[in-house]
């Protein structure tokens, strides 16, 4: 079982609609990072948590530490949103998870 | 703020052949991460430097792969010689500090990758 897990792998949604990418981890962290990743190209980092909610435009990212589970949702997406998200978190070294490839279609 | 940098993009050679990546991370950064990443998987670690210390290089292979950051700022990744499955994209990444403690020092940043196919 990997240590970091995302879900859904896939998404696909309708302009306008409100996303929730998941991430589930196994190990003690001191922090996780959501990152973006636009096909062919390189990734970006969206968000670094160690706790409670961080929000930027139309990005949150949500952290439960008790739990060891994060969410990144995107209100009103856009096609621009489309591209793999990855979770990725701090523990003695950084851990990924595999993706959740998001695709939003007009 | 210029981000990091790395060359080539792509690079298409022969199995048994050897091949350079370079990365430049972004002025000031400590930490500098080569990772690979296989098609449809996350990034795997292949080393960590700090300044121009190792840090980590537990999944690095050996035997084939090397890599330097001689004055603690840019780095070169190499491999010699290349295996069809050294097929991949090479991500450079930064990071001020290493720790991964505290909201700042921690934050990552990635270059474009340079996407290797060997034939």
């Known amino acids: 079982k990997n240590e970091v897990e995302q879900s859904p792998q896939n998404l696909t949604a309708q302009e306008g609609e409100f996303i929730t990418i998941n991430c589930s981890y196994s190990v003690g962290i001191s922090a996780l990072h959501w990152l973006q990743q636009h096909p062919g190209g390189g990734i970006v980092s969206l968000f670094m948590?160690?706790?409670g909610k961080k929000k930027h435009g139309r990005l949150i990212a949500t952290i439960n530490i008790q739990e060891k589970h994060s969410s990144l949702h995107i209100t009103a997406s856009h096609p621009r949103d489309s591209a793999v998200y990855i979770c990725a978190v701090r523990s003695n070294k950084l851990i990924f998870g595999t993706g959740t490839r998001l695709q939003v279609f007009p | 703020e210029a981000g990091v940098a790395q060359s080539p993009r792509y690079k298409i050679i022969e199995k048994r052949q050897s091949v350079a990546f370079w990365c430049n991370p972004i002025s000031g950064h400590a930490t500098l991460y080569w990772y690979q990443q296989i098609l449809g998987q996350g990034p795997k670690l292949l080393i960590q430097f700090q300044n121009n210390g190792v840090v980590d290089d537990s999944q690095l292979p050996k035997d084939r792969f090397s890599a330097e950051r001689l004055k603690g700022v840019d780095s070169t990744l190499k491999i010699q010689p290349a295996k069809l499955e050294d097929s991949a994209v090479y991500l450079c990444a930064s990071s001020l500090g290493g720790g991964g403690v505290g909201p700042y020092t921690g934050e990552l940043f990635f270059g474009e990758g340079s996407r290797l196919t060997v034939l």
């Open positions: 948590l160690s706790s």
